[in-house]
Structures are given as structure tokens and as C-alpha cells.
Nanobody
């Protein structure tokens, strides 16, 4: 069974930084793209960042220039570095992997990020 486990969330002041981690089973991040999503109360889940197998990345306009997604295949870990945090970044953040070959989606349990003064 593929498992994704997020960590690193917490309470920070506006302008602060956090680094989220997502640890996956085996070598899944070496062979599949990985996404970070977030969902705020009363809002739909939105895509934040994507990292492809080869390492190329894409970001939502709202976080471009402030967030950075990366991965360490040897550690089976994907990261989301979040800088210059704003109150509107407050949400539960989820790690997601799409396995197109087996037609399956895998989600972590989520980690809460709260940006408040």
C-alpha cells in the first residue's frame, strides 16, 4: 500500500516561513509527479504546486515567487518551502500523488498551516 505522511505545519506570523514535508512509500516520487494542494474552511481544494519526475515545477499564481517545491528521491521525501507567508495562505495542506499507470490517487492526511498575527 502506498502511504503519504505530511508534517511541518504550524502557527506562524505573517512574513514568516515554514517547510512542509511529505514522506512516501518506496521510490514512488522517482517515478511519479507529486502535487501539493490546500483547502481553507469553506473553500474548494486548490492546487498549489507540482513537481514532475524530471524535477520541473509549476505553481499557482497566488504563491509564485514565495513557495518552492522540491524532492529528495533518496529520502523518498517531497518538500514545500513556504516563505513570506500571508494570512490567506492559512489552510490544510495535502500531499498528492497520481499514479496514471494503475489509475490510482494517493493523499496524505494533511497538515494545518495557520498564518496569523
Amino acid at each position: 500500500q502506498v502511504q503519504l505522511v505530511e508534517s511541518g505545519g504550524g502557527l506562524v506570523q505573517p512574513g514568516g516561513s515554514l517547510r512542509l514535508s511529505c514522506v512516501g512509500t518506496g521510490s514512488i516520487f522517482r517515478f511519479n509527479p507529486v502535487d501539493w494542494f490546500r483547502q481553507a474552511p469553506g473553500k474548494q481544494r486548490e492546487l498549489v504546486a507540482v513537481i514532475q519526475v524530471g524535477g520541473s515545477t509549476n505553481y499557482a499564481d497566488s504563491v509564485k515567487g514565495r513557495f518552492a517545491i522540491s524532492k529528495d528521491n533518496a529520502r523518498n521525501t517531497v518538500y514545500l518551502q513556504m516563505n513570506s507567508l500571508k494570512p490567506e495562505d492559512t489552510a490544510v495542506y495535502y500531499c498528492h500523488l497520481r499514479d496514471g499507470y494503475w489509475d490510482k490517487d494517493y493523499w496524505g492526511q494533511g497538515t494545518q498551516v495557520t498564518v496569523s498575527s
